[in-house]
């Protein structure tokens, strides 16, 4: 299994940015897909999910308006579009695939990419 994520990239504050994550070697219709985001000296946090049971969204609280998951199971895609940016969103981006349809916390992933590096300037 692969999870390779993309599209990170440094950008102003209140810029915007669209991470990509292609996904193989899994039944991709039947992951539910997730972002996390990990800071230097920090723990990995959740962001954002999408389940493959219905298309269910969630999102931590300080992104949700901002960021947008969605996913395409005919290219095994899942996307983080990410608007009105700032430096607290600076991180590692990463995706994960998970079997639960509602999966808790990052313990319920079974599979995680490498990352990309998202960087925001005041």
């Known amino acids: 299994v692969q999870l390779q994520a993309s599209g990170g990239g440094s950008v102003q504050g209140g810029g915007s940015l669209s991470l990509s994550c292609a996904a193989s070697?899994?039944?991709?219709?039947?992951?539910?897909m997730a972002w996390f985001r990990q800071a230097p000296g920090k723990e990995r946090e959740f962001v954002a999910s999408?389940?493959?049971?219905?298309?269910?969204?969630k999102y931590r609280g300080s992104v949700e308006g901002r960021f947008t998951i969605s996913r395409d199971k005919a290219k095994s895609m899942v996307y983080l579009k990410m608007n009105t940016l700032g430096p607290e969103d600076t991180a590692v981006y990463h995706c994960?695939?998970?079997?639960?349809?509602?999966?808790?916390?990052?313990?319920?992933?079974?599979?995680w990419g490498q990352g990309t590096q998202v960087t925001v300037s005041s």
């Open positions: 994960a695939a998970s079997p639960f349809a509602r999966p808790g916390d990052g313990r319920q992933y079974e599979y």
């Open positions: 070697g899994l039944r991709f219709s039947l992951y539910t």
């Open positions: 999408i389940s493959y049971r219905d298309g269910l969204t």
